[in-house]
């Protein structure tokens, strides 16, 4: 494995920014992000030598992660509750007010679909991959991935209309 150790250590410095954005559409939460990538590259480190030799270390690292989370989403959930108001930061801060509601707003209606509804939005429009890409990483038929994501992307029309704003190009 010492032989192979620069090249996993390549592989994670170039690629663990995109998981990292696909780790956060699925958590919704960047810490958790950081978590899920980290036990993923952790199984992918174990099988480093079988993927290395088939160049498969990204899909499989990928499906990892949808698979950690998957199984994550069954455990039974505690809800988080703020501690309290955080203190304004001083002036001269630029305001994204827009962007971070459009940001909230995507991620409180990603948290609104199904396990299997966000997992496809997030892998045909996030990490753009085709149709049979996405059913061979979720392990479904296309046909599957096709009747979840017009399930998914009518159910996010009903829970935030705002946001069609920003498909057609008419948000700033």
């Known amino acids: 494995m010492d032989a192979l150790a620069p090249d996993f250590d390549a592989f994670i410095r170039a690629r663990t920014p995109a998981l990292l954005r696909s780790a956060y559409l699925l958590t919704g939460?960047?810490?958790?992000?950081?978590?899920?990538?980290?036990?993923a590259l952790g199984q992918t480190h174990r099988a480093w030598r079988r993927?290395?030799?088939?160049?498969?270390?990204e899909a499989y690292t990928r499906k990892t992660m949808y698979h950690?989370?998957?199984s994550r989403w069954r455990r039974r959930r505690v809800a988080e509750t703020p501690a309290g108001d955080l203190p304004d930061l001083p002036g001269g801060q630029p305001d994204h007010a827009d962007q971070t509601v459009l940001r909230?707003?995507?991620?409180?209606?990603?948290?609104?679909?199904?396990?299997?509804q966000r997992a496809v939005?997030?892998?045909?429009?996030?990490?753009?991959?085709?149709?049979?890409?996405?059913?061979?990483?979720?392990?479904?038929?296309?046909?599957?991935?096709?009747?979840?994501?017009?399930k998914a992307l009518e159910r996010l029309r009903v829970l935030a209309p705002e946001l069609s704003d920003v498909v057609t190009g008419d948000a700033r």
């Open 104 to 116: 909230l707003s995507l991620r409180s209606a990603l948290d609104r679909l199904t396990r299997k």
């Open 29 to 39: 939460d960047q810490h958790l992000a950081e978590d899920l990538v980290q036990s």
């Open 68 to 70: 950690l989370q998957v």
């Open 121 to 150: 939005i997030v892998l045909r429009f996030f990490d753009d991959l085709t149709e049979a890409q996405a059913a061979d990483v979720l392990g479904v038929s296309v046909g599957t991935v096709k009747s979840q994501t017009a």
């Open 51 to 57: 993927l290395y030799a088939s160049g498969n270390a």
